[in-house]
């Protein structure tokens, strides 16, 4: 009798759990479209004239960068020849212990300069800032290593433009990717910060460090990936953006408001998902002092990254990506606590908190429980079979869903073949794929609850092709340390 | 009465015949989704090919007029027009003078007024924005009270290029019409509203600035002079003058006011900032500084060095700029003066300057 109490109990969970799961991001798809269809009924960002772009408040973009030998020279070009009117790039370079340093001395004739400016977020010591001879819009910033955030941190601080732009320094932007990353704050002088889609460069040919023709990647573990960002971002990041409900802004390309970010703490650095913790103690932040702002996703595809191609690196990153996620939620877990509402509160928090940070343990629980169910007996092999059609046609439309957003918005894939095979990917997905990322996620939930590795900000490693480089550069010998001063106490 | 064992059986049963319904129904609608996708490229490839064709027809006979050779255009048939308009929109917005008065009478002649205003009044959002673009390179007076109308439209692209064709069709009447809008941040951000002013003629702007200046409440006073500030023309000087006097205490209008002076200012305007280097206000004294690089000369010196001691950074850094560019000082007298300098702030800021400019001549 209790063991066929405890098999009802856990059939209900596990079929409210998928049902609120589905509702949610179906409900999540529709606040997509809508805003997708706001978008297409306003071309006006294609079509601002120049004068527009020229009138735009200068941004400092932040490349935090360690080890990045393999990509940072093309990456800083790119940066360099983006369309804005007025940029600086600030690379920090985190203590790296590879080429990364050498290799922008060389590629940018880079000297020691005596910067002074304003600490106003602690870091790890500054060892000496470089300044291009070539490019007089670039510095850089060395450090001892101190993490991505702590990177952050002291770019930040070197920043000198109002609006700061984190990229990592493996991104692929377009060449007007700050020029429609900006538009939002010049629309709204509440907009504090703007987040927007990054897609897969793996398949795409680039050229000087930008995307000159889009293709999908060979290797089927990066063809998945394809899919799950563009359900990612197309649907699970654009669908909160109406409500103001944005949890998380990609470190992969974001643009900030300086001042709000310095008021906020700027980023912590014990976490591993900084992104997402900044955003929401944003939220927070502008809540608790009462201020009217806008955190905002264009769904413009801005940005490219390499996915990873191999398993093991795929897994570190999303058992990262987990404990990011849970180290944020429990640093503002006063986000649903304090007084004042809004969909942020009552919403986006709660739907995060069941659905993606606890969601992986009533998810293996029922892909186990089912099939248990179906060898030992004591579920019958049609109700197996009912559940294994509902999770994968539930979790086909969602897909699908995110293919036709795709086509309808920015029709980014060319070809009737881009087509059929992603959505082969959205149907081979729910065969293994989906489940292998469930338990790296819990995974990343456990080590979280048992503190491993927790309190500590780390970079995420992943094993790079980066196929699209030049030719590694030799190594030349760094330039004497300069000495930098600062007025913290001042 | 029935036993209760079969009638769990019974509802368990229907419980997983309407699981597998849905699932049946949701795999139905992916497939859906699929076919709709693919219908949806279809279409956009369809289109895609047909503006393109559009553009190889239209393009050589635009250009023919613009040159002045080549035959009369002849008809324009409807389903090109979105496309060709486009094309002519962006030579428009490229050629002037002789070029420009031909490629605008082909355009008369093909018939674009009659067709952009009936686009305009039930197009598609493309055709109706490449419409609106049109009409004001036309300067179709007939379509003025619609595209007033666009002015108050939900989409800010309509909104903003209903402004710019209707100061194309009469500069003075439009600034008059849009002064009072612009003043809403909101709904016309300031670059916006920059853009579409500074596209007037200076001569007809300056006295329709002046009567909006006059009619605007405080806070838009604050947005006025940040868009007087953006429009670095002559014809802003005298409102920029006016709302200075006007500013008092209002730290942010004084802020903006400076920022525009710094931009479009005269040397006789440094008397107005000078007393402003010793605001309490940091961002006052910041901007200003900078004004005062700009319009200062020797005698702002003292001033400016001791505003290298200033408490905030910013200010520090923008005096030694202003020290380095009104003197016209070079690296050794600047060296000279950071080594004499007793705040050990101040040295790094004149070194920084110092060290960019060697950094410039390099």
């Known amino acids: ?490 | 009465m029935a036993d209760p064992a079969s009638t769990a059986l019974v509802a368990a049963g229907a419980a997983i015949r309407t699981a597998m319904a849905v699932g049946v129904v949701s795999l139905c609608v992916a497939l859906l989704l699929l076919l709709v996708a693919a219908a949806v490229r279809c279409w956009r490839a369809r289109t895609a090919r047909r503006d393109e064709r559009a553009r190889r027809r239209w393009l050589p006979v635009f250009l023919a007029a613009v040159h002045g050779r080549g035959d009369p255009p002849g008809t324009m048939p409807a389903r090109e027009r979105t496309a060709a308009v486009e094309v002519w929109n962006h030579l428009m917005s490229t050629v002037s003078g002789d070029g420009g008065r031909r490629l605008r009478q082909c355009g008369q002649d093909l018939g674009l007024a009659g067709s952009s205003r009936r686009k305009l009044a039930r197009g598609r959002s493309r055709a109706r924005l490449g419409a609106v673009v049109a009409l004001g390179h036309l300067g179709d007076r007939p379509s003025w009270d619609r595209l007033v109308v666009l002015l108050d439209d939900a989409n800010s692209g309509i909104r903003i290029d209903a402004a710019r064709a209707l100061v194309r069709i009469d500069g003075t009447e439009a600034v008059g019409l849009l002064l009072p809008r612009f003043l809403d941040s909101e709904r016309w951000y300031r670059s916006a509203a920059v853009s579409v002013l500074g596209e007037a003629d200076p001569a007809r702007v300056g006295p329709a600035l002046d009567a909006g200046i006059a009619a605007a409440p405080p806070a838009g006073r604050r947005q006025l002079a940040r868009i007087l500030g953006g429009l670095r023309s002559p014809a802003a000087l005298a409102g920029v003058r006016r709302l200075m006097t006007e500013a008092g205490d209002d730290h942010e209008l004084l802020s903006a006011c400076l920022d525009a002076l710094a931009g479009c200012g005269e040397p006789a305007d440094a008397a107005v900032v000078r007393p402003l280097l010793d605001h309490p206000a940091w961002f006052v004294r910041l901007k200003a500084v900078t004004a005062i690089g700009r319009l200062g000369g020797p005698e702002d010196l003292g001033p400016l060095n001791r505003l290298l001691s200033d408490r905030e950074w910013w200010v520090r850094y923008r005096s030694a700029q202003a020290v380095s560019s009104i003197a016209g000082l070079g690296a050794d007298e600047l060296e000279r003066l950071r080594l004499a300098h007793p705040d050990p702030f101040a040295r790094d800021a004149v070194a920084q300057v110092l060290a960019e400019s060697e950094g410039a001549a390099a």
């Open chain 1, 1 to 490: 009798m209790s063991n066929s109490l405890a098999i009802d109990i856990s059939q209900w969970v596990i079929l409210a759990y998928f049902i609120g799961l589905h509702v949610g991001y179906l409900l999540l798809d529709a606040s997509a479209v809508v805003a997708l269809l706001r978008q297409a009924r306003d071309p006006s960002g294609e079509l601002l004239p120049q004068a527009d772009l020229n009138l735009a408040p200068p941004v400092s973009v932040l490349v935090p960068a360690f080890n990045e030998q393999a990509t940072v020279v093309s990456t800083v070009r790119a940066l360099l020849g983006l369309n804005y009117s007025q940029h600086e790039v600030v690379v920090v370079n985190d203590g790296s212990t590879d080429d990364t340093m050498a290799r922008l001395v060389a590629a940018f004739s880079l000297v020691a300069f005596p910067e002074a400016y304003r600490i106003r977020l602690a870091t790890q010591p500054i060892r000496a800032v470089y300044r291009s001879t070539s490019h007089p819009n670039l510095r850089v910033i060395d450090k001892d290593n101190g993490g991505k955030s702590d990177a952050l941190n002291a770019g930040i601080n070197a920043a000198r433009f109002p609006l700061f732009c984190s990229v990592d320094a493996d991104s692929v932007l377009h060449r007007d990717s700050l020029g429609r990353a900006v538009r939002p704050f010049l629309e709204d002088a509440s907009t504090i910060a703007v987040g927007g889609t990054v897609r897969l460069a793996n398949g795409c040919t680039i050229v000087d460090g930008f995307v000159e023709k889009v293709g999908l990647p060979r290797r089927p573990l990066a063809l998945l990936q394809v899919v799950e960002y563009l359900r990612s971002f197309l649907f699970g990041r654009l669908g909160w953006s109406p409500f103001n409900a944005l949890m998380v802004i990609s470190g992969a390309f974001g643009v900030f408001r300086k001042d709000v970010v310095l008021d906020a703490g700027g980023y912590r650095t014990d976490t591993v998902g900084e992104d997402m913790e900044l955003v929401m103690r944003l939220h927070r932040h502008c809540r608790a002092g009462g201020r009217k702002y806008r955190i905002v996703f264009i769904a413009d595809p801005i940005c490219w990254t390499e996915a990873p191609e191999r398993l093991g690196s795929l897994g570190r990153q999303r058992i990262r990506w987990q404990r990011g996620l849970v180290e944020s939620l429990a640093a503002n877990r006063r986000l649903v606590l304090e007084p004042g509402g809004g969909p942020v509160k009552w919403l986006a928090f709660p739907f995060t908190f069941l659905f993606e940070c606890v969601g992986p343990v009533i998810e293996l629980f029922g892909y186990v429980f089912f099939l248990a169910g179906a060898i030992f007996g004591f579920l019958s092999m049609d109700a197996t079979l009912a559940f294994l059609v509902v999770s994968l046609g539930f979790g086909m439309t969602l897909s699908v869903s995110a293919l036709l957003l795709e086509e309808i918005s920015f029709h980014v894939y060319p070809g009737a073949r881009c087509l059929a095979v992603l959505f082969g990917m959205a149907v081979v997905e729910n065969f293994g794929y989906r489940q292998l990322t469930t338990v790296w996620r819990l995974v990343g939930l456990v080590r979280w609850t048992f503190g491993r590795g927790r309190g500590r900000a780390e970079w995420g490693r992943m094993d790079r092709t980066s196929t699209w480089q030049a030719e590694p550069r030799p190594a030349v010998p760094a330039l004497p340390v300069a000495v930098t001063t600062a007025d913290a106490n001042r």
